[in-house]
């Protein structure tokens, strides 16, 4: 199962390492990679800082 909580502690590298393991799990069937693809996205928002558009809060919906 993948930890949300557990991002805020990952290097950089670390995070570029699973968000590769993640893109090698994909089927091309958009119902069965959502979750990885969700992952994948938490992830890359994590390394490049981003946040959702005007917040200044942290996203409650996919914890980064």
Do not use: R
């Not at 995070?15 to 969700?38: C, N, V, Y």
């Amino acid at each position: 199962a993948f930890c949300y909580w557990y991002i805020k502690y990952m290097t950089n590298q670390e995070i570029k390492d699973k968000i590769a393991e993640l893109e090698k799990q994909l089927t091309g069937d958009m119902f069965k990679d959502m979750d990885i693809k969700d992952q994948i996205h938490v992830l890359q928002m994590k390394l490049t800082g981003t946040k959702p558009e005007d917040s200044h809060f942290e996203c409650e919906g996919c914890g980064s």
